[in-house]
């Protein structure tokens, strides 16, 4: 239920902590934007060392052409030109001195402070691990939003302002990263593109040669022996003497001569070509599935009659007196579990005055280790997170007041606020934010109980993607900049509520910053009393 024109009528009526340069760039746009004022500065600096050496060059060139002009005088009628005194000086002075001098210009190192700037700013580069990250979150948003090879080499991505395209050569690098890390679903995908892009005329340092030997070794992994051979065939087309190739050829030969004198039923190669379709698809297990078609804005539908039960309102957290002359405005997400949207809930000043406290202090997302009870990174939650106390800023106080005020849950025993930064396919995907009973010690350090609530914050607009889902339930709430979104973890009886299962999907294009607050059960006793029944 949206607050549109109907309101109008209510209204009437990886990682490495010692180097800020090696802590998962591609997690967070905050840190990327550091990057690019960085190479920014690299491009001055590089600019500056163009203008030195065209000045030197410049002082050569003036040099040589005096010169050519003198010595080309001078060798006509050398001794009448040596009779002339001062031609005899400047010959002894030229070479006894000048010429020393322009043989100090030319050895003269012009790149000095290009080079040390890039030192100085080498501390702060990514790394290779970063890299990878990057590239695996290219993958990620491949297989999540459903992109092709060439939707995504093209640049062709909803919202985007700035359009980027893929050269062949960084097709390729997609392709060895997937291939380092045994993808050869992703890596047939991305040589494929790499090798098309070449075919249709574009002009790249990368070698085909190197490119096939790749592709034919990821699609035999797979199982596709004859495409394999195919591609074996044009690799050594280009290249008749390349050792592995000629190696591979004989092996696949081999393979393909035991087959047919296997003679194996149609049935049976029916059954391989099966087995052969699946390997080539992800293992994506159901709720990865429904994860994904969530993402995508594909969800199970809401029937008519579920969605009569959705209303907007104006809402005075139960008659809290800051609100009662100056209620909020409240729409409901979402039955079963309840969700419900607070809009124009945060400022844009707050927001600035958050993201600007959380800055400094981003470093990659933990989640609660369940053995442990200890907070841990995760490769399921892609993000850079921050945390804020309620001592440190006017401001922050007081959106923990506002939250205490609109839910009714005491914030004394809640932990701090979180503020988190969604980069390069940023996600946290499905999981609980209570803990379950096999999870006993999951936040005993704190002594405050279980979660029992969940208050979430969006603090910008995304430009595609970015969705909070609920696979158990087929919800999906989108993020909308000044809004935050709360629900229940925890039944009244204090069990579970599974149906809280959630995930933040990639961000597709642009930048998602969010900042939630986790309340526990401390506190509550009277504010949210038991109820009877477990499911109550």
């Excluded at 690019?36 to 001055?44: C, M, P």
């Excluded at 003269?108 to 580069?125: H, V």
């Excluded at 990659?364 to 907070?375: I, N």
């Excluded at 935050?484 to 642009?510: K, Q």
């Amino acid at each position: 239920m949206a607050f549109n024109k109907i309101w109008c009528i209510v209204a009437l009526g990886f990682l490495l902590p010692f180097s800020y340069a090696h802590t998962d760039f591609f997690t967070s746009i905050g840190h990327m934007t550091d990057l690019i004022n960085t190479e920014k500065d690299l491009v001055i600096s590089l600019k500056d060392y163009i203008k030195a050496e065209e000045s030197k060059l410049e002082q050569i060139k003036k040099w040589a052409e005096k010169l050519d002009q003198l010595t080309d005088t001078a060798t006509k009628d050398p001794e009448g030109f040596l009779g002339h005194p001062v031609n005899a000086f400047k010959l002894m002075k030229r070479l006894n001195t000048e010429w020393g001098e322009l043989e100090n210009l030319v050895l003269k190192d012009m790149s000095d402070g290009f080079i040390s700037n890039m030192t100085i700013q080498r501390q702060f580069f990514p790394n290779d691990e970063d890299q990878t990250g990057a590239a695996k979150a290219l993958l990620r948003l491949q297989d999540t939003y459903n992109l092709d090879t060439d939707t995504l080499s093209r640049g062709n991505l909803p919202g985007v302002k700035h359009k980027s395209f893929l050269t062949a050569e960084d097709c390729f690098e997609l392709g060895k990263i997937a291939y380092t890390e045994a993808d050869y679903y992703h890596t047939e995908l991305w040589m494929e593109q790499a090798l098309k892009q070449l075919d249709e005329g574009e002009v790249s340092s990368v070698d085909k040669v190197y490119i096939l030997d790749y592709l034919s070794y990821a699609v035999y992994q797979q199982g596709d022996l004859s495409k394999a051979m195919m591609l074996t065939k044009r690799l050594l087309e280009l290249d008749p003497e390349h050792q592995r190739a000629n190696g591979n050829m004989k092996y696949f030969e081999y393979i393909m001569a035991k087959e047919k004198e296997a003679n194996k039923s149609s049935t049976e190669s029916e059954d391989q070509a099966e087995k052969e379709t699946e390997v080539k698809k992800k293992d994506y297990l159901p709720e990865r599935r429904k994860y994904e078609m969530l993402c995508r804005g594909e969800g199970l539908k809401m029937t008519p009659r579920r969605q009569k039960r959705l209303f907007c309102r104006y809402y005075d957290g139960n008659r809290n007196p800051r609100y009662i002359l100056g209620p909020v405005k409240q729409e409901d997400e979402w039955d079963k579990p309840r969700i419900v949207r607070f809009l124009d809930i945060i400022s844009d000043e707050e927001i600035e005055t958050v993201k600007e406290l959380a800055k400094p202090r981003l470093s990659r997302a933990t989640v609660h280790d369940p053995e442990t009870g200890k907070l841990t990174t995760a490769h399921y939650r892609v993000s850079k997170s921050a945390w804020l106390s309620g001592y440190e800023s006017p401001v922050v106080s007081r959106i923990n007041t506002r939250i205490q005020d609109l839910t009714g849950l005491d914030v004394s025993t809640a932990e701090e606020l979180q503020v988190a930064n969604y980069g390069v396919g940023g996600q946290y995907e499905p999981h609980f934010d209570f803990a379950r009973k096999d999870e006993p010690d999951a936040f005993k350090e704190l002594g405050t109980g279980n979660r029992i609530a969940t208050w979430l914050f969006y603090m910008s607009d995304v430009s595609a993607g970015g969705a909070t889902v609920f696979p158990e339930v087929g919800a999906s709430v989108w993020p909308k900049k000044g809004t935050a979104v709360f629900w229940y973890n925890l039944f009244p009886s204090g069990e579970g509520d599974y149906s809280t299962r959630h995930a933040a999907c990639p961000v597709l294009v642009g930048n998602k910053w969010v900042s939630n607050k986790w309340l526990h059960e401390r506190g509550q006793e009277f504010r949210r009393p038991c109820a009877l029944s477990e499911l109550e």
